[in-house]
């Protein structure tokens, strides 16, 4: 069965430093992965995808992913993290060729602490 | 930029009660989703819809029924509530063929069933 495990609920990290967040998503075809983040009382924004290609991908603010179909991973990483970026942060898979049809990550908390 | 708004932002409802959850989006997408949020549970989706009076289950619909009355507007509703909703609720839109990148969702409501 499809899953995506994200093994770490909360991460607090000070701002300025680097940040990983972990993604471990199980699925036998072709994934389609993203990043959401949800910041408090809003809905949930893209971050980042990957489809195919070059396994590491860019996204907004600073944020990028790298792919690894080895070990079936889609981490999530920052070189220097802001406050601002404190929010929950939901790795997706997405089951390719069906529109919508997507499989959400549990979610990791992050806390930049000042 | 893409507009889903939900109403209301927050419901507060009684046991065996009747609820409506209503969504509305501005930019003549196609699909929509109504998702359940609950902590330790990620997103997990309710119904959805390809188009104008037509509705969709999704991977929990029991209890739930949606309808889909203008490509604009899609609603979720609880016939009889029960403690077990108590959740937050997020709708989402993508134009038709679009892969899972374009959702956007809404800001959420939060709904407390007692």
């Known amino acids: 069965a499809q899953s995506v495990t994200q093994p770490d609920a909360r991460v607090t990290v000070s701002e300025g430093a680097s940040l990983q967040l972990r993604c471990k998503y199980s699925?036998?075809?072709?994934?389609?992965l993203f990043w959401y983040v949800q910041y408090p009382r809003q809905g949930l924004q893209l971050l980042l995808k990957?489809?195919?290609?070059?396994?590491v991908v860019q996204g907004v603010n600073g944020f990028e992913a790298e792919f690894s179909k080895s070990n079936s991973s889609f981490h999530l990483r920052k070189a220097s993290v802001h406050w601002s970026d404190s929010a929950v942060y939901f790795c997706?898979?997405?089951?390719?060729?069906?529109?919508?049809?997507?499989?959400f990550g549990l979610g990791t908390t992050l806390q930049v602490q000042p | 930029e893409a507009a889903v708004t939900q109403s209301p932002r927050s419901k507060v409802a009684v046991t065996g009660g009747k609820v409506t959850l209503s969504c509305h989006q501005t930019?003549?997408?196609?699909?929509m989703y109504w998702y359940r949020q609950d902590t330790g549970h990620g997103l997990r989706l309710i119904h959805y819809?390809?188009?104008?009076?037509?509705?969709e289950k999704g991977d929990i619909p029991d209890g739930y029924k949606a309808s889909r009355p203008s490509q604009e507007n899609f609603s979720l509703i609880l016939e009889l509530a029960s403690l077990s909703q108590t959740a937050v609720y997020f709708c989402?839109?993508?134009?038709?063929?679009?892969?899972?990148?374009?959702?956007?969702f809404g800001s959420g409501t939060r709904l407390t069933v007692l």
């Open positions: 699925y036998s075809g072709t994934p389609y």
């Open positions: 930019n003549n997408h196609d699909y």
């Open positions: 990957y489809y195919s290609g070059d396994p």
């Open positions: 997706v898979l997405s089951l390719a060729g069906n529109t919508g049809k997507l499989i």
């Open positions: 819809s390809y188009v104008a009076d037509s509705t």
């Open positions: 989402a839109s993508t134009r038709q063929g679009e892969s899972a990148e374009t959702l956007y």
